[in-house]
């Protein structure tokens, strides 16, 4: 079992609608959790992190951390064109991170 | 300030060839490391170094060595290419505190026929 797996995808909306991107882990050690964000031939950039459980917010972007559930998500609000991209979720502990495999998302027009 | 630097961007490898992947961060990091990504299979850790003077394997080291030159520089060399080889190879550099964060370079893309 991988220690963190991601919602597979790909996934295609429509520009404006609420997207909902989803992870779970196995490790109950992990206390940083991240989001990368990947366009077609680049390498990651981090998007948001969050410490422990709770929500973050930033802009159209909330990152939610579920510990009891071992679940994390992403909520992008208002989904624009730009948004087209992979999104990686990611978890850090011991010098480490692991990442997951990556969700595809196409905004359309 | 050019954050994480990785060359070369494309190469072309024949089996059993030789290379070496360089890496340069400028953000004075301790932390670096080498990830190779393929299509439904995630990043996938190859070596990490913690810090200057030190090495560790990661989830698929079989095939590669790494060498931490310097804090700047973290260089992996394919001693004999395979094809298994063939992938997007990402350098990165992890920033202590601010959720360790990890700054990636622009990926190097390697074919190996």
């Known amino acids: 079992q991988k220690e963190v797996e991601q919602d597979p995808g790909p996934l295609s909306v429509p520009e404006g609608a609420i997207v909902s991107l989803n992870c779970t882990y196995s490790?109950?050690?992990?206390?940083?959790f991240m989001w990368y964000r990947q366009y077609s031939r680049k390498g990651p950039e981090l998007l948001m992190y969050t410490y422990s459980s709770g929500n973050k917010e930033d802009g159209r972007f909330t990152a939610q951390v579920d510990k009891s559930s071992k679940y994390i998500s992403l909520f992008i609000r208002d989904s624009q064109p730009s948004d087209s991209a992979t999104y990686l979720c990611a978890t850090f502990n011991a010098g480490k991170s692991t990442f997951g495999d990556g969700t595809t998302l196409t905004v359309k027009p | 300030n050019a954050g994480v630097t990785q060359t070369p961007k494309f190469q072309v490898l024949k089996t059993g060839q030789s290379m070496t992947l360089q890496c340069a961060q400028d953000?004075?990091?301790?932390?670096m490391y080498w990830y190779r990504q393929d299509p439904g299979m995630g990043l996938r850790l190859i070596y990490y170094?913690?810090?200057?003077?030190?090495?560790d394997k990661g989830e698929v080291p079989n095939g590669y060595n790494v060498s931490r030159l310097n804090k700047r520089e973290f260089s992996l060399r394919l001693e004999s290419a395979a094809p298994s080889q063939t992938s997007v190879y990402f350098c990165?550099?992890?920033?202590?505190?601010?959720?360790?964060?990890?700054?990636f370079g622009e990926g190097s893309w390697l074919t190996v026929v």
């Open positions: 990165a550099s992890r920033e202590m505190g601010s959720g360790n964060t990890i700054y």
């Open positions: 953000m004075n990091h301790n932390s």
């Open positions: 490790n109950s050690a992990f206390q940083y």
């Open positions: 170094s913690a810090s200057e003077g030190t090495t």
